[in-house]
């Protein structure tokens, strides 16, 4: 089993929905969250990180499920412009060590 | 401000070469990351510099792959006798503290075909 798996998509949305998508990590002992974005043949940017008690900026909303192990990312209202890859990104303090999903497609469409 | 940068942004070579490639960080920034990134993947860690030294290079496949940061700043990745399974997108990422979990600036990246 990969230590943090994504679904690779890709999620194929109309403009104005609602979608989300989720992230599982194997290891109970991760301390830390994020979601980057990556665009088409760009580099990752951080989009946000994940708190414990959930967070949320503008139209993106972040949840972590420590129960369940795992980190989910909400996008309203989508624009085109949110068509992009979502990489989640798991921390272990115990090794120092920041696992990269292997990416989660978004697709908008008119 | 600027934004880190790689040079090439492409590079072509020969199965067995040796080849170079460098990252200069936003400056300032102390911490440096090395990733190389396959084709629906995400990045893969190959080693983290804390000021001149490697921290962790756990991630470096073989003893093919080298890489120095000799000042604190620039960084050079090197790999000898490149083989076909090192075409990839390597990445390279600064951040401002000493916390892995802080934010990670990233490059272009440079794309590196071995033929």
């Known amino acids: 089993r990969k230590e943090v798996e994504q679904d690779p998509g890709p999620f194929n949305v109309p403009e104005g929905a609602t979608v989300a998508f989720n992230c599982t990590y194997s290891?109970?002992?991760?301390?830390?969250f994020f979601w980057y974005r990556q665009d088409c043949r760009k580099e990752p940017k951080l989009l946000m990180s994940?708190?414990?008690?959930?967070n949320e900026d503008g139209r993106f909303t972040a949840q972590l499920n420590r129960a369940s192990q795992y980190i989910s990312l909400l996008i309203r209202d989508s624009k085109l412009s949110d068509s992009a890859t979502y990489l989640c990104?798991?921390?272990?303090?115990?090794?120092?060590?920041?696992?990269w999903g292997a990416g989660t497609k978004l697709i908008i469409k008119p | 401000g600027a934004g880190v940068s790689q040079t090439p942004s492409n590079k072509v070579t020969e199965k067995g070469k040796y080849v170079e490639l460098r990252c200069d960080p936003i400056?300032?920034?102390?911490?440096l990351y090395w990733y190389r990134q396959s084709l629906g993947q995400g990045p893969e860690f190959l080693i983290y510099?804390?000021?001149?030294?490697?921290?962790?290079d756990s991630g470096l496949p073989n003893d093919r792959f080298f890489a120095v940061r000799p000042e604190g700043s620039v960084s050079t990745l090197k790999i000898q006798r490149t083989e076909r399974g090192d075409s990839a997108v390597y990445l390279c990422a600064s951040s401002l503290g000493t916390s892995r979990v802080d934010e990670q600036f990233f490059g272009p990246g440079t794309r590196l075909t071995v033929l």
């Open positions: 290891n109970s002992a991760s301390q830390s």
């Open positions: 994940v708190y414990s008690s959930g």
């Open positions: 400056s300032g920034h102390t911490a």
């Open positions: 510099f804390q000021g001149t030294g490697a921290a962790d």
């Open positions: 990104v798991v921390y272990l303090d115990s090794n120092y060590q920041l696992i």
